[in-house]
Nanobody, 121 residues
């Protein structure tokens, strides 16, 4: 069973930085994607940054230019700079198999427990 453990969350003031980490284990897929999601209280979960099979990255418009996603073996990272109060959320790491048929990441189906990020103004 895939296991994902996030770390690195915390409380910072606006303009500050945090680096999130996600350690993955027991990934059974030969080819897969990893992605950061976040969910703020009372809001829907949203995708933040994806790292696909070929190393292509994709970001939500709200974080472009401020966040950087990277991957090293089975670990996924999210460098968050110039944080804003609206970045406050629980951040989750997720894994999806890659579909060569559709040449895209499939539905994200494995999730970590999350790490809380709180940005104060």
């Amino acid at each position: 069973q895939v296991q994902l453990v996030e770390s690195g969350g915390g409380s910072v003031q606006a303009g500050g930085s945090l680096r999130l980490s996600c350690a993955a284990s027991n990934i059974s897929y030969a080819d897969y994607c990893m992605k950061w999601f976040r969910q703020a209280p009372g809001k829907d979960r949203e995708g933040v940054a994806q790292f696909d099979l070929y190393g292509k990255t994709d970001y939500a418009d709200s974080v472009k230019g401020r966040f950087t996603v990277s991957k090293d073996k089975n670990s996924l990272y999210l460098q968050m700079n110039r944080l804003k109060p609206e970045d406050t959320a629980m951040y989750y790491c997720a894994v999806a198999p890659f579909s060569f048929y559709y040449h895209a990441c499939e539905e994200y189906r494995h999730w970590g427990q999350g790490t809380q990020v709180t940005v104060s103004s």
